[in-house]
């Protein structure tokens, strides 16, 4: 569903790198500048499994992002978010460090208690403290909030919501046990998909 009263312009389509998730569209909501087109929502991490990001968050080519708080407890309703130890620096063209992206999976929580590890993916963008020409009374609202965008690894489909479905099927086509990590980067799509927007209350 979108906000029929945004105006995008003609043949918009949304396909930023980290550089760009982190200068312009990061950077700007953490000092409280104005972004446009305003498309990324704010979301609490802890109010949605990721099955059921389809109408709070901003959709595009089987990718959802959205702004949340940084948290230390990324639990939801179902389970939660885990890091897997990999932190990425980004850097602008000219060299200068902006930020950092974590990647982290989601696992399940069964009803005894036991995790299950799923092949919903997130990348998690957090600013580095020097990379905007701001005073130093902002540096605190820069730390608070990240950008997140999420995937499933391996869809075809868009995800439905059965807790069971997302359990990580590993295994690449010549029989080979995979990773998370090597999902995460066999897992981007490179066709183009329908944009939709979140659904914001009135």
């Known amino acids: 569903m979108g906000d029929k009263g945004m105006m995008l312009p003609p043949g918009f389509q949304f396909d930023p790198t980290d550089e760009e998730l982190i200068v312009y569209f990061l950077n700007y909501k953490a000092v409280s500048l104005p972004c446009y087109p305003n498309i990324i929502p704010d979301l609490d991490i802890c109010a949605a499994d ?7 968050a901003f959709w595009n080519k089987r990718e959802w992002y959205f702004f949340c708080r940084l948290k230390q407890n990324r639990s939801t309703k179902k389970g939660l978010w885990k890091e897997v130890g990999l932190s990425e620096p980004i850097f602008t063209s000219s060299g200068n460090e902006v930020g950092i992206k974590k990647h982290l999976v989601f696992n399940y929580v069964d009803e005894v208690g036991s995790e299950v590890q ?3 993916i997130m990348e998690e963008y957090h600013l580095h403290k020097g990379s905007s020409e ?14 997140c965008r999420v995937h499933e690894a391996n869809s075809v489909d868009p995800p439905e919501i059965d807790c069971n479905y997302h359990q990580s099927n ?3 086509d010549d029989g080979v046990e995979l990773s998370y990590l090597d999902e995460i980067f066999l897992s981007k799509e490179d066709d183009q ?7 914001y209350a009135s």
């Open 50 to 56: 990721p099955w059921e990001l389809k109408e709070k």
């Open 118 to 120: 799923t092949n919903w």
């Open 134 to 147: 701001i005073g130093e009374s902002l540096i605190q609202n820069m730390t608070e909030w990240v950008l």
């Open 170 to 172: 590993n295994i690449n």
């Open 193 to 199: 998909e329908e944009i939709t927007f979140p659904s």
